[in-house]
């Protein structure tokens, strides 16, 4: 008689999803998942708003008051700033580059922010805005 409980491999069932990001995994594996819900009523579909970029930046840089200090956290910390106070002039706008800008200061404190969900999270908007 085979018990159904122990057979195959183990599994993990998230149910619905919708509207965040989340991240599974540790240090040097990790997988990251994002889903935005299909198309936005108030956006056309067109994705993320500067709204929600800012929301998003500032998250992170709340999350980072949690870590240690460091040199690099001190870095993040003012492109975090920069992005937000950028993000907070221009309103509704997200101008060019400031994706990449973003995209790339994870890039380069990825050891930093690995195991941070908020991190998890702009990454994942970011990818929304291309490049």
Same mark, same amino acid.
């Given at each position: 008689?085979?018990?159904?409980?122990?057979?195959?491999?183990?599994? =993990?069932?998230?149910?619905?999803?919708?509207?965040?990001?989340?991240?599974?995994?540790?240090?040097?594996?990790?997988?990251?998942?994002?889903?935005?819900?299909?198309?936005?009523?108030?956006?056309?579909?067109?994705?993320?708003?500067?709204?929600? /970029? /800012?929301?998003?930046?500032?998250?992170?840089?709340?999350?980072? =008051?949690?870590?240690?200090?460091?040199?690099?956290?001190?870095?993040?910390?003012?492109?975090?700033?920069?992005?937000?106070?950028?993000?907070?002039?221009?309103?509704?706008? =997200?101008?060019?580059?400031?994706?990449?800008?973003?995209?790339?200061?994870?890039?380069?404190?990825?050891?930093?922010?690995?195991?941070?969900?908020?991190?998890?999270?702009?990454?994942?908007?970011?990818?929304?805005?291309?490049?």
């Amino acid at each position: 008689m085979a018990n159904s409980e122990g057979a195959g491999p183990p599994s =993990v069932r998230i149910g619905d999803v919708r509207g965040s990001a989340f991240s599974i995994g540790g240090t040097d594996v990790s997988n990251s998942t994002v889903n935005h819900g299909g198309t936005r009523a108030d956006s056309g579909g067109a994705g993320p708003t500067a709204q929600e /970029l /800012l929301e998003a930046v500032r998250d992170l840089r709340a999350a980072l =008051v949690r870590l240690p200090r460091s040199d690099g956290r001190t870095a993040l910390d003012a492109e975090l700033d920069a992005a937000a106070e950028e993000l907070e002039a221009t309103g509704e706008e =997200v101008r060019p580059g400031l994706p990449a800008r973003l995209r790339g200061a994870l890039e380069r404190w990825a050891p930093l922010v690995d195991s941070v969900s908020a991190a998890t999270a702009l990454a994942a908007l970011l990818t929304s805005f291309g490049g």
